[in-house]
């Protein structure tokens, strides 16, 4: 997917990331207990306030709820995308910043056989596992609530959130290791994260927000992830739209995971 | 190891390194001298193979950095300027890792990392947090790291810049163990005294070119005379007073006019002392010292290497 061209004596890509798997496996030791809170009780608590007792005041046609039974069944789909998206985000600022800036670790790593695109890979497969771990555990918690219409809809959207998270990895990863300064990480947060998640379609159908509004949030990789994530879970897939979404999302990533290795490889080789 | 001819490196409108031409042997120790600023990061990064060359040739190990820079960089071992340990890690997590990216097998990482740690006095310090080791301690890890694939050229960059004194000498003793392992090690540094105790052969730079090639004895015999007088005459008021007291000892040898002292070069430098004595001048402080590689910048430059 990146820059493939290797010099003599290099690496192929899953070379130089598997060189990289004890590294980010001791990252993760270190910080996997302060994730579990978000991993795990953050999605009950979001599933508990917004969709059991919010949700308890709402009642609504299906049909107006993009085919949903209950909000609960609605907003499911929609949230783990917003869970991935937040840690995808979180995932690619700070930790970016600090290789580049603060601990160096990019550049240490640089000095070493490994080039650019590979440790801008090995990072991006390490938000994938925890996109992996954090989505699967959502998904997992929320199967007793009876919000899934079939047992293969959500074993589908599951991997349709991880690409969503990656899309946004991916890009997000690309403009951190262009910018200078961890200040344009409060404007990604203010101005991608929050109005993202919240009209993309994830608490509430992008319908209600008015034509223009609504062709805006259509536009974004959310929606697309956000709309095939919960088509599959609610069983109301229309196929040809989902092929749109799946391009949509796989489009983005390629490109974000090309631009991300690139910056990276323009900061390091000076 | 390494060959350089016409080298050069530029940021911009910013030429960091004019064109030098540099030869490296293999089992010598060999030195960049000069002050910050002079092209010797830019130099070494080149070298190091993670930054492309501006103009000019550069052959690494016999390879060409620009199309076998992965090749190069598995058998170089870099001590940086600045420590890029990883501070969340602890002392062994941070050797071991860095032996992973060079793509060496577990057991043999373990077991390199045990002996690397004996030999940069660490080994109980192996679970220590990075963060909480002194500055000493840090460069050690860090060469230690440098050292971890068996390297055929080490690079250091200046590497005991902001060290304490006694923390340079236990740093100086492995470097000279290492030399006498037949490690190829290639240094930068600003500090004379490091130039010439562990170079065999160095090149002094200023502002991005090569002013003077030798081992530290030959550039001294060369530049310089065999002794050197310090004279000091107190606070100046107004400038021009030490020149008014060169222009009367001018004939007693080269002089260097500094702020705060002359410098008279000469074979004798007693001799000089009895003369400055003998034309009645008093200076308050008085130093006859041997020549060392400072002399030789102050003269080629006309500036002194740390100011």
Redesign the interface.
């Known amino acids: 997917m990146a820059a493939s061209s290797t ?5 192929t890509l899953a ?1 130089g990331i598997g ?5 980010w496996w ?1 990252v993760f030791k ?1 910080t996997w207990r302060g994730g579990i809170i978000s991993s795990f009780f953050s999605p009950l608590f979001y599933v508990l306030a917004m969709g059991v007792l919010l949700g308890g005041f709402i009642e609504v046609d299906p049909a107006r709820l993009e085919g949903a039974t209950s909000y609960l069944a609605f907003i499911v789909p929609g949230l783990v995308v917003a869970h991935a998206l937040g840690l995808a985000v979180g995932e690619t600022t700070y930790p970016v910043m600090g290789g580049l800036k603060w ?3 990019y ?9 650019a695109r590979h440790i801008a890979g090995a990072h991006l497969m390490f938000v994938l596992f925890r996109l992996v771990t954090a989505c699967g555990v959502f998904m997992l918690v929320l199967a007793p609530f009876g919000v899934f219409e079939t047992w293969w809809g959500p074993i589908l959207a599951f991997p349709v959130q991880l690409l969503t998270g990656m899309a946004f990895a991916s890009v997000v990863m690309g403009i951190s290791v262009r910018v200078k300064s961890e200040e344009a990480f409060g404007v990604i947060f203010r101005l991608g994260v929050m109005p993202l998640t919240l009209f993309s379609g994830a608490f509430f159908p992008v319908s209600n927000l008015g034509p223009v509004m609504e062709w805006l949030a259509r536009a974004t990789p959310m929606w697309h992830g956000v709309n095939l994530s919960r088509m599959l879970c609610l069983d109301t897939v229309d196929w040809s739209l989902a092929l749109v979404n799946l391009a949509v999302l796989v489009s983005v990533t390629a490109f974000g995971w090309w631009w991300a290795a690139r910056g990276l490889e323009r900061r ?3 | 190891m390494i060959l350089a001819r016409g080298l050069r490196k530029s940021f911009g409108d910013f030429e960091a390194v004019k064109g030098i031409d540099v030869d490296v042997r293999r089992g010598e120790a060999f030195g960049f001298l000069g002050p910050n600023g002079a092209g010797k990061s830019s130099t070494m990064r080149m070298i190091a193979s993670v930054s492309p060359i501006s103009g000019g040739e550069l052959s690494i190990l016999g390879m060409d950095p620009a199309t076998q820079g992965p090749a190069i960089r598995s058998r170089l071992g870099v001590c940086p300027q600045e420590d890029t340990l990883d501070n969340e890690l602890n002392v062994r997590d941070n050797l071991f890792i860095y032996g992973r990216y060079f793509g060496i097998p577990k057991g043999e990482v373990n077991t390199r990392v045990d002996e690397l740690l004996e030999f940069v006095q660490l080994t109980d310090k192996a679970r220590s947090r990075v963060e909480d080791l002194s500055g000493g301690m840090k460069r050690r890890l860090t060469i230690a790291r440098s050292l971890v694939n068996k390297p055929d050229l080490l690079l250091l960059d200046e590497p005991t810049t902001g060290l304490d004194p006694q923390a340079r000498h236990v740093l100086w003793d492995q470097l000279f163990r290492l030399k006498q392992a037949g490690v190829t090690l290639v240094i930068t540094t600003h500090y004379m005294d490091e130039a010439e105790q562990l170079c065999d052969r160095l090149v002094v730079m200023d502002k991005g070119l090569i002013a003077a090639e030798g081992s530290p004895r030959q550039l001294i015999e060369e530049h310089s005379t065999r002794e050197v007088a310090e004279l000091r005459f107190g606070i100046v008021d107004e400038g021009n007073v030490h020149e008014q007291i060169a222009e009367k000892i001018g004939d007693l040898g080269r002089l260097e006019v500094l702020p705060d002292r002359i410098l008279v070069y000469s074979p004798d430098g007693e001799e000089v002392i009895a003369r400055v004595h003998e034309r009645g001048l008093e200076p308050i402080a008085v130093l006859v010292r041997r020549s060392t590689l400072e002399d030789v910048f102050l003269k080629l430059t006309g500036r002194t290497l740390v100011d």
């Open positions: 010099p003599a004596g290099g690496l070379q060189r990289q798997t004890d590294y001791t270190r601990h160096k670790t550049w240490a790593q640089a000095a070493t056989p490994l080039e390091l080789v000076l």
